[in-house]
């Protein structure tokens, strides 16, 4: 029996809420329905509006006349002779002046037509977007509904379903709920306190680590600043000792090659010299044979 009346009981939820959406539903698409005819009806409009506007535009073509008004002075023309004026019209004031006030009437007017498709516009748009948004309200609707349909009901929502059972019943499974809750956050609440405890000791433990680390990098460091500043003044002095023996070495390439000069150009004077010596033994040679008397003729002879 209390099966039946579960299922009866929950027959009746899904078939009230089922109701409700079909109701829903349906002031949803009459609503859209309205909104298409309103669409339609003032897309007709503004077809209308726009027929009007263009066989009211060729039939009155507007035209713009520029008037001048008072005296206008004309260069390079006699005025003695009365022919400036011969081919022009005298026009009145008052004829001028309703031109153009038609003229400011026929623009208000077309003011107030461009004013008139913008605000159609603009309706138009807010009408989509009406459209838009009850779709989506439909479509969430539609969704509640399978939602509710596809609803399990547990034993505690049949039985506020329901109805039954007495007052001392219900305090007595809520206190007993309301003690197990205390139950567990008193539990979670230890746990979250051990929990800190042990992250506060690991993290002490892990800061002591770290000092200890801190303080070894730091003695560390200090010994290699140590090193570098002994490496640096080896570093000097062999820069130093580098260069006094470059100078060195550069002097003594300089000597040499001072003696190499002084050597070639002792060589080619030695040359020169021992050339000239020859060309004077030569000469010298010459001037002995010509103390001889020659011969030559007498072979001949």
């Avoid at 027959?11 to 909104?35: D, F, G, M, P």
């Avoid at 007052?167 to 007595?172: F, I, L, R, T």
């Avoid at 010459?286 to 030559?296: E, G, H, N, Q, S």
Wanted: glycine content about 2%.
């Amino acid at each position: 029996m209390t099966q039946k009346y579960q299922l009866d009981v929950r027959k009746r939820v899904i078939e009230c809420v089922q109701s409700y959406c079909t109701e829903q539903v349906a002031r949803l698409e009459t609503a859209h329905a309205n909104t298409e005819a309103q669409i339609e009806s003032i897309v007709e409009e503004q077809e209308q509006l726009s027929y009007n506007v263009s066989t009211n535009f060729i039939k009155n073509l507007p035209v713009q006349l520029l008037l001048k008004q008072g005296i206008v002075q004309l260069d390079g023309i006699d005025m003695c002779s009365g022919q400036e004026y011969s081919h022009c019209t005298l026009v009145e004031r008052h004829e001028i002046e309703s031109l153009n006030e038609l003229i400011l009437t026929k623009g208000n007017e077309k003011l107030d037509e461009m004013k008139k498709q913008i605000q159609f516009k603009q309706q138009i748009r807010l009408f989509q977007w009406e459209l838009r948004r009850f779709q989506m309200i439909e479509e969430d609707l539609r969704q509640k509904m399978r939602d509710i349909q596809l609803f399990k009901l547990s034993k505690n929502v049949q039985q506020l379903i329901e109805g039954s059972g007495s007052n001392s019943g219900e305090n007595v499974k809520t206190a007993e709920m309301e003690k197990q809750e205390r139950i567990k956050l008193e539990r979670h609440e230890q746990k979250l306190i051990l929990q800190k405890k042990t992250a506060e000791k690991n993290f002490k433990r892990r800061l002591m680590n770290l000092k200890a680390e801190n303080t070894e990098k730091t003695v560390e460091n200090d010994e290699l600043d140590q090193v570098i500043q002994a490496f640096a003044h080896t570093l000097a002095e062999k820069r130093l000792l580098d260069e006094v023996a470059r100078d060195r070495a550069g002097q003594q390439a300089r000597r040499k090659m001072q003696m190499i000069v002084k050597r070639r150009r002792l060589v080619e004077m030695a040359r020169a010299q021992a050339q000239h010596l020859a060309v004077l033994h030569g000469e010298l040679e010459r001037m002995r044979m010509r103390t001889f008397p020659a011969l030559t003729s007498l072979q001949e002879k």
